[in-house]
C-alpha cells in the first residue's frame, strides 16, 4: 500500500547590494541580491526543508551545513538534486509541490514559467506537478519593506 507523507518548508534571507538575485535557479534582474552562503535562493531552500521533512531526514542546515565551505557560494540546485537523491534513497518520489514566494519587489509572474522546468528537471517530476506563486508583503514587515525574501513550500511524497 502507497505511503504519502506530507512536508513543510520555509527559508527567508536578507536583501544587499552587489549579489545576484537568484530565485527558482534563475537570475532575476534586481538593484539587489539575496545575503547568504550559498547561492541564497530561498524558493529552493524551502522546497528542499519540505521535501527533507516529510521523508524525516532532518532539514537543510542538516545535509548542507552553512559551516562547510563546500557549499560556500554553490548553486541551490545542485542541493536540490542531492536531496532529491536522499528522498529516494528512502523510497519516496514526489508527488507534488506547491509554492510561494514574498517579495515586495521585483515582479516575478515572468520568471515562474522557468522557475518551475528548472525545479521539474532537478526533481525529474512533470512540470504541471509544481505551482509557484508570488505576493507581496503588502509593504507590512521586514518583507513589505523591501528588506528581504521569503518563500514557503509544502510537497506531498508517496512510496
Do not use: C, W
Not at 507523507?5 to 532575476?28: A, F, M, Q, S, T
Amino acid at each position: 500500500m502507497a505511503k504519502m507523507r506530507i512536508g513543510y518548508g520555509y527559508d527567508v534571507h536578507r536583501l544587499v547590494k552587489n549579489r545576484k538575485l537568484i530565485l527558482g535557479g534563475v537570475e532575476v534582474p534586481h538593484h539587489s541580491g539575496l545575503k547568504g552562503h550559498s547561492d541564497a535562493d530561498v524558493l529552493i531552500h524551502a522546497i528542499i526543508d519540505a521535501l527533507l521533512g516529510a521523508a524525516a531526514l532532518g532539514d537543510i542546515g542538516k545535509h548542507f551545513p552553512d559551516t562547510d565551505p563546500r557549499f560556500e557560494n554553490i548553486d541551490s540546485r545542485k542541493l536540490l538534486v542531492e536531496t532529491r537523491r536522499l528522498v529516494a534513497a528512502k523510497k519516496m518520489v514526489v508527488n507534488n509541490i506547491d509554492a510561494t514566494i514574498v517579495a515586495q519587489g521585483p515582479r516575478l509572474m515572468a520568471f515562474i514559467p522557468n522557475m518551475i522546468n528548472n525545479i521539474a528537471a532537478d526533481l525529474n517530476i512533470a512540470p504541471y506537478d509544481i505551482n509557484i506563486k508570488a505576493t507581496t508583503g503588502e509593504k507590512i514587515g521586514a518583507m513589505g519593506r523591501s528588506e528581504g525574501i521569503s518563500a514557503t513550500a509544502v510537497t506531498l511524497l508517496q512510496s
